[in-house]
C-alpha cells in the first residue's frame, strides 16, 4: 500500500504528552493518528468492545444520578 505524509503544528507539551501515552500504550503516533482520522471517516468506527465499555459507564452513572435523586432503579 502506498503512503503519504502528512504534517501537523501543535504544541510542544501536547506532543509530549502523545509521546509519552503512546509509549505507554505500546504503540506509535502514526498508528493513533490513523485511527482516529480512519473514526472520523467513518471507516473503521470504535471497536465493539470500547462501545460496551462506554455503554457500561453510562450506566453506571445514571444509577449514581438517580440514586441521588432519591430514585430508585426500576
Not at 501536547?14 to 473514526?39: F, H, M, P, R, Y
Not at 467513518?42 to 459507564?57: A, D, T, W, Y
Request: proline share 4%; no cysteine; glycine share 6%.
Amino acid at each position: 500500500m502506498e503512503e503519504t505524509r502528512l504534517n501537523i503544528r501543535i504544541s510542544p507539551d501536547k506532543k509530549d504528552a502523545l509521546q509519552a501515552k503512546v509509549k505507554q500504550e505500546g504503540k506509535t503516533i502514526t498508528e493513533v493518528i490513523s485511527n482516529l482520522i480512519d473514526q472520523y471517516l467513518g471507516v473503521n468506527p470504535l471497536p465493539s468492545g470500547e462501545i460496551v465499555e462506554l455503554k457500561q459507564r453510562l450506566e453506571r452513572l445514571e444509577k449514581e444520578v438517580r440514586g441521588s435523586m432519591g430514585e430508585t432503579a426500576a
